[in-house]
């Protein structure tokens, strides 16, 4: 049958199968392959709207080593991560890219297609060198392909417990240079590991360290920094939004351009021990709830402050608890909660951990 269709229509139709199903179409014969590796095939390609999310989870605390989960076709894969050296560094991800960056010095950072293995190595930032805590964003144009990384630096005042400079560098793969936005003192705030950039904002949560403005029972904020604005100095704390109750963690997330938070929400009387974990959008300055997950699925997830990893894009959620490689998938639209298949790993040793990413699998997206 395939003799009989043209190579454009062919092209066509094999560009709507999800990824995994294209890489086993380049193996049933030479014509496949060649069609699937043609620069008009990316093209094609192209026009596919999005493909769902993957989730790469990390089966080792050194090594950068796990299994990408596909949601169409409800499989895990063994991939190899190009670049990254181990699984604690920080990493971002949008329409088809990842960014990399090591948690020590911050000064390697890598931009790469998890799928086709394509890398580029992004010269080193200059600014503020070390920081206590970092955040890393990044943030792909679906039509250009030109894409933005977002570093957000704290580090504590020498001497003062309750100041904090903190820093923003951005990348424009267009120009290949780096440019430090903002520079500012934070007083009773520090910057955390969280950021994700919606619609040209960047956003960020920080978190209290006393001594400075007091939100009432909320150890936790968000500031947002518009990257096509030179903010001036003391501007930034202005941004302020309040978290929507009392937060032992939070995860930031860009779903079709919304902001989406997924938290841990802490008791009344003891806000570092985790009761639930809600879902909520960014609306404006306000926070509007979509979801809490069940009680049933809950339990298991542990009591202390920080216990669960989650990411998400396009309109899927992943979480899972860091003690167990059980992974939870709730779908925006249809608001409902879906286990994933089995993780093929299984547990080491009692103290093991697992963290994971997310991201859009594209063929035709390059560093």
Known sequence: MDS?????????????????????????????????????????????????PWYFMFT?????????????????????????????WFIASSFGLICFMDNDSG???????????????????QGLKSSDYSALAVSVDRKSHNYTVAIVKSKQVPGN???????????????????????????????????VICDGILYFLIY??????VVPDNRHGLIMYNLST??????????????PCSLTCGRLMNLNGKLVMVGGIGKHDRSDIIKGIGIWILNGTQWI????????????????????????????????????????VFDMNKRNWKWSQKCPVTKKF??????????????????
């Not at 339990?299 to 992943?318: A, C, H, K, N, P």
């Not at 963290?355 to 390059?366: D, M, N």
């Open 4 to 52: 009989i269709l043209p190579d454009d229509l062919l092209e066509r139709i094999l560009s709507f199968l999800p990824i995994a199903s294209i890489f086993r179409a380049s193996s049933v014969c030479k014509r496949w392959k060649e069609i699937v590796r043609s620069r008009r095939f990316l093209w094609n390609f192209s026009g596919v709207l999005s493909q769902k």
């Open 60 to 88: 080792s605390c050194d090594e950068p080593i796990g299994y990408a989960y596909d949601p169409l076709l409800r499989k895990w894969y063994s991939i190899d991560l190009p670049c990254l050296e181990t699984s604690n």
């Open 107 to 125: 000064s390697r950072l890598f931009v790469c297609n998890p799928i086709t293995k394509e890398y580029r190595r992004l010269e080193e930032p």
């Open 161 to 195: 417990f309750f100041q904090w400079d903190l820093s923003i560098q951005v990348y424009d793969s267009e120009t290949a240079m780096w440019m430090t936005s903002v520079t500012e003192v934070f007083t009773g705030w520090r910057a955390g590991d969280e950021s």
């Open 208 to 213: 209290s360290t006393g001594g400075g403005m």
């Open 230 to 243: 030179a903010y001036s100095h003391g501007s930034l704390i202005r941004t302020f939004i309040p978290v």
């Open 289 to 328: 709830e979509v979801c809490r997950m069940p009680h049933k699925l809950f339990q298991g997830f542990g009591e202390l402050d920080d216990v669960f990893s989650s990411r998400g894009t396009d309109d899927l959620i992943y979480i899972h608890s860091y003690g167990s490689p059980a992974l939870l």
């Open 350 to 367: 009692p103290l093991q951990l697992f963290t994971g990413f997310c991201f859009e699998p594209r063929l035709e997206v390059t560093p």
